[in-house]
């Protein structure tokens, strides 16, 4: 006795009825209906021959149905993915790069080409004399309040 096993456990398939899984059996119990009903519905319009080719040409897609599978989707799952991509979902993609570092950096590197030196050194020289100035107003305001203090107590 000997045992298959898949190389991937999602390949697994159970058969059910004549080595078939379900959905391959239910969709050859489809085809086989559908070539019944186009033998027994054209037999007085047409020849032996051309009501054998109709009933094969209008059970194939039943039976394609039951063994079709592309990328892991089934023929179901395949054709909405069609219909959204092509159809609904109808549009042209632009592929547009960002670049995170240029956005974060772009002020900087403006800087330094309009004065031709590094722009960082100079970013930072600015950031420091603007936070010197700040300190300095805000020891000024605190003078001012301790004025103002004194001014109330006398």
């Excluded at 031709?116 to 010197?132: H, L, P, V």
Aim: one cysteine or more; hydrophobic letters at 35%.
């Amino acid at each position: 006795m000997e045992i298959k096993m898949n190389k991937e456990i999602r390949d697994y398939q159970e058969s059910m009825f004549f080595g078939l899984n379900f959905r391959q059996f239910f969709c050859s119990l489809l085809a086989i209906l559908a070539a019944v009903g186009i033998y027994f519905g054209m037999r007085d319009l047409a020849g032996e021959e051309a009501i054998g080719w109709l009933c094969m040409v209008g059970a194939a897609p039943f039976a394609a149905c039951g063994f079709f599978k592309y990328h892991g989707m089934t023929a179901e799952q395949f054709l909405w993915a069609f219909i959204k991509s092509e159809f609904l979902y109808p549009r042209r993609l632009l592929y547009r790069s960002e670049d995170l570092y240029y956005s974060c950096m772009e002020e900087t590197i403006l800087f330094g080409e309009k004065t031709g030196k590094d722009g960082s050194r100079i970013r930072k020289k600015q950031e420091e004399k603007a936070e010197k100035s700040e300190k300095k107003r805000r020891r000024r305001n605190r003078k001012k309040k301790k004025r103002r203090g004194r001014d109330t107590d006398d």
